[in-house]
């Protein structure tokens, strides 16, 4: 069965810090890996997804995700947070056995003005 | 391009009731999936529909079951609700056979069992 984990449950920054967000997913074929946001209130909104190619994937937003495969890891990183930024972000995985998503536990993310 | 609907948006039913979700999925888009989202929890996956048939499933009762119609749009129907039920429910669109799909999620229904 494939899993994710999100180590960082609850990250605050001040605006203009750097963002990086663990991802680690634990599935031993083909993935298809997102990042999502889920603004207060809102729905989820893909941020960004890598299904092959480069490793590394830009988003919207300014975001940016690299799959290191040989660590099972697809972090998110974006160089300067805003504070329009607060929010939970979700990584998921989508194994090759099927279409269903497995999400990670989220980050909330607060950004200080 | 319209996005996933969901309704109602908020409900209240109170333990042992059964309660039906509403879902529109994206125009183009040919198979739902359903969530399970848990306060301060990621979304869980209850069971996809294709087809009009279920082509997958979380680790969810058979209380909670199912429908697609022919217009793609979907029902979950839960029964015998428990307070643990107490949940963001999500719906997801996507089209199977587009070998770069994603989702479309919409924005939920909340539903309270007390």
């Known amino acids: 069965a494939q899993s994710v984990s999100q180590h960082n449950h609850h990250v605050i920054l001040s605006e203009a810090a750097s963002l990086e967000l663990g991802c680690n997913y634990s599935?031993?074929?083909?993935?298809?890996l997102f990042w999502y946001v889920q603004y207060p209130g809102q729905h989820l909104q893909l941020l960004l997804k890598?299904?092959?190619?480069?490793?590394l994937v830009k988003g919207i937003k300014g975001f940016e995700a690299e799959f290191i495969k040989s660590k099972f890891s697809f972090n998110l990183r974006k160089p300067s947070v805003q504070w329009s930024d607060t929010a939970e972000y979700f990584c998921?995985?989508?194994?090759?056995?099927?279409?269903?998503?497995?999400f990670g536990g989220g980050t909330r993310l607060m950004v200080k003005p | 391009e319209t996005g996933v609907t969901q309704s109602p948006t908020h409900l209240i039913k109170t333990r042992g009731q059964q309660v039906t979700l509403r879902c529109s999925s994206q125009?183009?888009?040919?198979?739902v999936s359903w969530y399970q989202q848990a306060l301060g929890q990621g979304p869980q996956f209850i069971f996809q529909?294709?087809?009009?048939?279920?082509?997958g499933r979380g680790n969810f009762p058979p209380r909670f079951s199912g429908l697609q119609f022919p217009n793609y749009s979907s029902e979950l129907n839960v029964n015998a609700l428990e307070l643990d039920d107490s949940a963001l429910y999500l719906c997801?669109?996507?089209?199977?056979?587009?070998?770069?799909?994603?989702?479309?999620f919409g924005s939920g229904t909340r539903l309270t069992v007390v």
């Open positions: 997801a669109s996507s089209l199977v056979g587009s070998s770069l799909h994603g989702y479309t």
């Open positions: 599935y031993g074929g083909t993935v298809n």
């Open positions: 890598y299904f092959s190619g480069d490793p």
């Open positions: 998921a995985v989508r194994g090759n056995a099927g279409n269903m998503l497995t």
């Open positions: 125009s183009g888009h040919n198979t």
């Open positions: 529909y294709y087809r009009e048939e279920e082509n």
